[in-house]
């Protein structure tokens, strides 16, 4: 029997995860990835930076969620990952860096009594106290905003200093008009407890073993992770070749790229909501209106290398958060060298300081020059940096990080319904599916794989 051909558009790791699912049935299936870029894995990239192999994007993945472990384990590198070493981190508030509350759950405090109560009110600190019992009760909901459910929960003070700059860290957006039931839903479950949002949280933290790594990275950087994902993929990856339009013919796709045309039988879009959408656009209006309605953020990434005796940072720390309060350019600046042994060789101090939200774009009108000015002026008054760099590293990344407003999960599961519906054969997999996260990426490609497996695999 003839195999199905199956075309990935995009070789990021949503990309690279479906084509590998694919490929453990590499008997039924062809596949070919099309990757834009001249270099496969999208956001992970890693490259020579002062002399380390330091990452242009994402530097590390959450260890306690299962998608990203599942896969690398069945790759083979799980036992080359390391994780930080150093675990907390500060905030910018009130003209100092305070440490963030430990222990927290995404800025909860756990408990009142830490350093960070300086900046939390009376009144919270007390809800805090109280287990963060909800002022208006939390019940059958299928979701709020976190915003609202923090507030409720433990207070303004609390998501303005603590859950809102570590939320809109992640994803460059606003906690107040974010889907809880997307990036955080362990927070929707833990607020419905009968004794409040921290109670709930206490008794998960309990039964955690502290010591458990939360991040993982690997000392090569995670352009190594995706080297040895692709070395497993059974398929051809065509980079610098773009989709440029998807047609139907008869029951197969005509895939058109930069270079010229595949006929297919199924095509797995892995790009971001905005792209896939002006691909579907000619295909399924409704799809393509209902993703491009979903707003991405784009952010920018500056990394400096200090010469270790000009610049004094916290030790222990990783780094630290910038709320959006303060006005400043800069959303975080991540100590590389405090979190990662092997960029750290005591003469220079790596930090990547990242900037932009989706209410703050003004990085985008700066040019390189502009930028770099700003953040030094950042890092002056945040750390007292007073001498130059030794080298910077500027990494744009426009309209990155996808945004997920309440509600957004059902909106995705209908919009997948018309899909298959309207345009039986393509599929929707990224990261404005679950999250931005890199296990959240994966987990839509895994999802996007089971569709073509269940439409066109053999048993
Ligand atoms: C600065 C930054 C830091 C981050 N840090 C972290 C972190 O530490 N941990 C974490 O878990 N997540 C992090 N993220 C998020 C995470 O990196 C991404 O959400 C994830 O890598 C997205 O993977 P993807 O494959 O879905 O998309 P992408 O990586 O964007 O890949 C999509 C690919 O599709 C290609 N493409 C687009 N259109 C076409 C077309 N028409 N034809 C062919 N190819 C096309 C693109 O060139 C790209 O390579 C970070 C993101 C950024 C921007």
Redesign the pocket.
Known sequence: MNKKRVAV???????LTVAYRLSKKSEDFEVVI????EKIG???RTSNFAGFQLDE??????ARAPWAVELFDEVGISEEFVSPRSRSASIWANGSLIPLPSPNVLGIPLYPDSEASDVLSAEDSQKIRDGGIPENTITGETDISIGSLVRNCVGDSVFENFVDPLLSGINAGKADAMSCATMAPHLLEAARHKDGLVTALKETYEKTDPESPVFYTHPEGMGHIVKKLAEKIVGSIRKT????SIEPSKEQWIVKTSTGSEIVDAVVL???AQ?AAN?LHPLSLTVSTRLSEIEHAS?S?VSFAFETLDVEIPENESGFLVPRSSGKLMTACSFSGNKWTHLNDGTKTLMRV?TGRIDDQRHETLDDEELVECLMDDLKTTLGVEKPPLEFRI?R?PK??AQFEVGHLQKLEETLSILEVETPGIFLS??YHFG????A?IRSGNEAATRVLERFGRN
């Open positions: 558009v995009g070789a990021g790791i949503t990309g099309f990757e834009t870029d999208g956001k992970l994007g994402a530097d590390a993945f959450l070749e773009s989709v440029t892995t790009n971001s792209d691909l952010v990434l990242s990494n990344w990155a990080l990224g990261s931005v996260g890199i296990p990426s």
